[in-house]
């Protein structure tokens, strides 16, 4: 099993500001990752798929980067409507899809 | 648009049976392997099961135990779940997706007594 790790677990961060978030594999997914934000009652929101392309209606302000085992999602400056818990994820290989455990963005 | 529908959920005793379908629109479906996915109440997203486009390779989470049986049919661009007997912890959100680039707006299982 491929195994996913976020860091920070909780992130606050200034509108206006740039947020970073990190993504880690345990083995390479090559660029097979997604990133998804979720809001309180609402299901997960893709933002970027294959590592760095934004989904359909995706703002340009968050941007995902990186192959193999290390990745990064970039907010370039935080808006209000920001907030929520982020998630990565590999469709590299399954049995399973693997998750990391979420990054909490704050705003401040 | 990309539109994957999920229906089937509800309340149901420890023991029983649910049967969830997703309707899948918007896309070539018979191109994607298919997954059900499930959050529980303050968790993170869980894979529970997925099945390939042809439907030539299936698999289960561990957790699933022989209860569960996905299948596709792809005439129909649907999806479906049987759920055999549930338990408290199998109560959460239940999305379908292809993986990636499309998720339903989830169904509600909650087993209780």
């Known amino acids: 099993e491929i195994v996913m790790t976020q860091s920070p677990v909780t992130l606050s961060v200034s509108p206006g500001e740039r947020a970073t978030l990190s993504c880690r594999a345990s083995?390479?997914?090559?660029?097979?990752l997604a990133w998804y934000q979720q809001r309180p009652g609402q299901p997960p929101r893709l933002l970027i798929y294959d590592a760095s392309a934004r989904a359909t209606g995706v703002p340009a302000r968050f941007s995902g980067s990186g192959s193999r085992t290390e990745f990064t999602l970039t907010i370039s400056s935080l808006q209000s409507e920001d907030f929520g818990v982020y998630y990565c994820?590999?469709?590299?290989?399954?049995?399973?899809?693997?998750f990391g455990q979420g990054t909490k963005v704050d705003i401040k | 648009e990309v539109q994957l529908v999920e229906s089937g959920g509800g309340l149901v005793q420890p023991g029983r049976s649910l049967r969830l379908s997703c309707a899948a629109s918007?896309?070539?479906?018979?191109?994607?392997?298919m997954h059900w996915v499930r959050q529980a109440p303050g968790k993170g997203p869980e894979w529970v099961s997925g099945?390939?486009?042809?439907?030539?390779?299936?698999d289960y989470a561990d957790f699933v135990e022989g209860r569960f049986t996905i299948s596709r049919d792809n005439a129909k661009n649907s999806l479906s779940l049987q759920m055999n007997g549930l338990r408290a912890d199998d109560t959460a959100l239940y999305y379908c997706?292809?993986?990636?680039?499309?998720w339903g707006q989830g169904t509600l299982v909650t087993v209780s007594s």
């Open positions: 099945i390939s486009w042809n439907s030539g390779k299936i």
């Open positions: 994820q590999q469709y590299h290989n399954w049995p399973p899809l693997t």
């Open positions: 083995q390479s997914v090559t660029t097979n």
């Open positions: 918007g896309f070539k479906f018979d191109d994607y392997a």
């Open positions: 997706t292809n993986g990636y680039t499309a």
